[in-house]
Each structure stands twice: as C-alpha cells, then as structure tokens.
C-alpha cells in the first residue's frame, strides 16, 4: 500500500480517537458541567465545543477547494456560549465531526501534496490536516481536563488508569505475543 494512503488510514484513527476521549468525558457530565469555567478568562466546555464546530465546518467544507477560513465564518461568536443543553452540546460537536470526516474521505493518497489555503497563505493538505489535528487534540485535552477536575474521584479514566501501567504492559505483551 503506498505510504499517502497508510497516512490516510491513520490520520482517520487518530481523529476517531480524539473524539472519542471527548466522547468518553461528556458521557461522564451533567447539564451544569458543560458551562462550568475556572474563571471569566477561561472557557466552558460548551463554549470549546461550540468553537472546534466553528473551526471544522468552516477548515473542513469543501476542503480541498476554498479558503479554509470560510467568509461566513464568525469566529469571535463561537466563544459566545448559547450552548444551553448537553443534548445540543452533543449535536454541535457531532455536527463539526462529520463534516470532517466525511472531508477525510474525499482526500487522496495524492491531494496530500497538494496546497489549500488557510485564512489566504498557502499549506500542503498534508500540513492542514496535522494542524488541525494538533488543535482539536489541545482542545479535547482542555475537556478532558475540565472533565477530571468537576469529578474528581468519581472520573471513570479514559486511558490507563493511576496505578495500572504495569498491569496493562502485562496485557499488551500477552495480546501480542511478547
């Protein structure tokens, strides 16, 4: 298989993978959760899904062909929270998640050389995708984190838990054969 098409392949899992460990975290909040902030500088979760929607609908429709920073974009709005439930916290990050993965679809092995262009300035599809995975993986950690800290001992962890790393090791070497 040639190498654009193994990157495709795991670039995918590594997008599906950050989604699901926002998945994991807002299976584990409630209604009061999604809007809690440190402070006024700081942004709710609401607030931080709301804005990665802005980002992905706006990088990811029609990716490959305009401008990356869409003209009806309004980037400042989205740290504007009118989030006002988790189900519709729920529909906003699942909405920004399909529209970028259904324009990872539409990429080739090919396309990767190729350039878009971002807020005007010219980036190898390659670059865009990274970029974009680098900054909705810092935002997931941001939920992730905020997650932990609103529940304390009652988080259910999404990697390997305090305490475990030993054991996992154990459980790799034994699924594969080491």
Not at 95 to 112: H, K, P, R, T, Y
Not at 130 to 141: D, I, K, M, P, W
């Amino acid at each position: 298989m040639e190498l654009g098409n193994i990157y495709l392949q795991v670039i995918k899992r590594r997008f599906a993978q950050i989604k699901e460990q926002g998945d994991g975290t807002f299976e584990q909040l409630d209604e009061t959760d999604i809007h809690w902030t440190f402070n006024e500088a700081s942004n709710s979760i609401a607030v931080i899904v709301k804005h990665m929607r802005g980002n992905m609908l706006s990088r990811w429709t029609n990716f490959l062909t305009t401008d990356g920073e869409k003209s009806n974009r309004h980037r400042d709005q989205e740290f504007i929270n009118t989030i006002q439930s988790k189900q519709e916290l729920l529909t906003v990050w699942n909405e920004g998640w399909s529209v970028l993965f259904d324009a990872l679809e539409q990429i080739s092995a090919e396309d990767l050389r190729k350039h878009v262009k971002i807020r005007e300035q010219p980036i190898l599809v390659l670059e865009a995708v990274e970029r974009q995975l680098a900054h909705y993986a810092s935002h997931v950690g941001q939920i992730v984190y905020i997650g932990k800290q609103l529940k304390g001992n009652e988080w259910k962890s999404l990697s390997i838990p305090k305490g475990n790393s030993a054991e996992y090791l154990q459980q790799m070497k034994q699924r594969y054969g080491k």
